[in-house]
C-alpha cells in the first residue's frame, strides 16, 4: 500500500528555535499534502492544504508567516515552525494523496514537537 | 459549521463481541467518509472508506452510509484486544482536506 514517511519523528528543542518537519511520499506522486495537529486527546484539526508547485492554502486561525509550508515536487513537503514557543508543542501529522480523487490520504508517522 | 460528532466513549465490550462505532456529520456537500484507527501516541491508520449509500464489508469490518440521516458506522465483528484503540470518523467535503470527528475509544475485554 501507499507509503508516507514522516522525519523527524521527534523533536525537543528550546524556545525560539525553528523547526523542520519533512512529509516524504515514497510510492506515488502527492499531488496534495495536508498538515494536521494534534493535541493531547482531541482530534486532528487541519493546518492547511499543500498542493505541488502552488502556495499552501491554510485554515482560519493557522498563521501562515509561524507554519511555512513548501511543497516543491510530487513527493516532499515540509513544514517549518518558525521561532517556536511552548505553545505549538503539538504533534504534527501529515497526509498525502494523489490525483485521483478517490484515493484516500495516507498519514505519516507523525512528529511530536516539544517546546521547552 | 461543518462538523462530524463522535461519541468519546469508551465503548467497552467483550473479546468476541460486534463493537459499533457511531458517527454523524452536519454538511449534506461530504461525499465520502473514512474510518481511522488510532493507537495512543501514533498516527492514524485507515480502516476503510465508503461514498454509496449502504454497507461495505471488509473482513472483520463493515462500515454503512446513510446520506439520508447523514449518518455514518463502523462494525468490527469478533473483536480483538487489539482492536482497542481510538476510532476516527472522517469526512471529504469536496475539497479533499478532511474533518474529523473527535474519536471514540474502544476497549476489547479479553
Known amino acids: 500500500g501507499a507509503v508516507v514517511s514522516q522525519h523527524p519523528s521527534r523533536v525537543i528543542c528550546k524556545s525560539g528555535t525553528s523547526v523542520k518537519i519533512e512529509c516524504r511520499s515514497l510510492?506515488?506522486?502527492?499531488?496534495?499534502m495536508f498538515w494536521y495537529r494534534q493535541f493531547p486527546k482531541k482530534s486532528l484539526m487541519l493546518m492547511a492544504t499543500?498542493?505541488?508547485?502552488?502556495?499552501?492554502?491554510?485554515e482560519q486561525g493557522v498563521e501562515k508567516d509561524k507554519f511555512l509550508i513548501n511543497h516543491a515536487s510530487l513527493t516532499l513537503s515540509t513544514l517549518t515552525v518558525t521561532s517556536a514557543h511552548p505553545e505549538d508543542s503539538s504533534f504534527y501529522i501529515c497526509?498525502?494523496?494523489?490525483?485521483?480523487?478517490?484515493?484516500?490520504?495516507?498519514f505519516g508517522d507523525g512528529t511530536r514537537l516539544s517546546i521547552l | 459549521q461543518k462538523e462530524v460528532e463522535q461519541n468519546s466513549g469508551p465503548l467497552s465490550v467483550p473479546e468476541g463481541a460486534i463493537a459499533s462505532l457511531n458517527c454523524t456529520y452536519s454538511?449534506?456537500?461530504?461525499?465520502?467518509f473514512f474510518w481511522y484507527r488510532q493507537y495512543s501516541g501514533k498516527s492514524p491508520e485507515l480502516i476503510m472508506f465508503?461514498?454509496?449509500?449502504g454497507d461495505k464489508e471488509d473482513g472483520r469490518f463493515t462500515a454503512q452510509l446513510n446520506k439520508a440521516s447523514q449518518y455514518v458506522s463502523l462494525l468490527i465483528r469478533d473483536s480483538q484486544p487489539s482492536d482497542s484503540a481510538t476510532y476516527l470518523c472522517?469526512?471529504?467535503?469536496?475539497?479533499?482536506?478532511?474533518?474529523f470527528g473527535s474519536g471514540t475509544r474502544l476497549q476489547v475485554q479479553p
Open positions: 465508503i461514498y454509496s449509500n
Open positions: 497526509s498525502a494523496t494523489g490525483a485521483d480523487s478517490n484515493q484516500p490520504q495516507h
Open positions: 499543500s498542493n505541488e508547485g502552488s502556495k499552501a492554502t491554510y
Open positions: 510510492d506515488f506522486q502527492a499531488t496534495t
Open positions: 454538511d449534506r456537500g461530504s461525499q465520502s
Open positions: 472522517a469526512a471529504d467535503t469536496g475539497r479533499r482536506a478532511l474533518t
